[in-house]
């Protein structure tokens, strides 16, 4: 079953985000994830305030590996950019089974 990665980010130094951007992508690609939409625009219906200045989905052949993504190693270390200059939050969904 697929697992799945939401993230909704609000950039607050778009400058030091960079940092985040130039490590990320090898972190997630090294647990096959496939990018499924990604960018800032996008309208937010409900919700709690702040609004996130971008939004990503990924798709990872499993629940499990979509969550050995975000605790490897690799994307800690990435996630470390990101800490000082946005806030995100990031959500792990299990797909549903194929038929």
Same mark, same amino acid.
């Given at each position: 079953?697929?697992?799945?990665?939401?993230?909704?980010?609000?950039?607050?130094?778009?400058?030091?985000?960079q940092n985040y951007l130039a490590s990320a992508p090898a972190a997630l690609a090294a647990f096959g994830a496939?990018?499924?939409? =990604?960018g800032e625009d996008f309208t937010l219906l409900e919700g709690n305030l702040p609004?996130?200045? =971008?939004?990503?989905?990924?798709e990872f052949d499993s629940y499990e590996t979509a969550l050995a993504c975000y605790h490897s190693d690799a994307y800690q270390e990435a996630r470390s950019h990101r800490l000082s200059c946005a806030d995100a939050t990031i959500l792990i969904l299990k797909g549903l089974p194929q038929a």
């Amino acid at each position: 079953m697929k697992g799945y990665w939401i993230a909704h980010v609000l950039v607050e130094d778009a400058n030091a985000y960079q940092n985040y951007l130039a490590s990320a992508p090898a972190a997630l690609a090294a647990f096959g994830a496939k990018m499924l939409s =990604r960018g800032e625009d996008f309208t937010l219906l409900e919700g709690n305030l702040p609004t996130p200045t =971008r939004a990503v989905v990924f798709e990872f052949d499993s629940y499990e590996t979509a969550l050995a993504c975000y605790h490897s190693d690799a994307y800690q270390e990435a996630r470390s950019h990101r800490l000082s200059c946005a806030d995100a939050t990031i959500l792990i969904l299990k797909g549903l089974p194929q038929a």
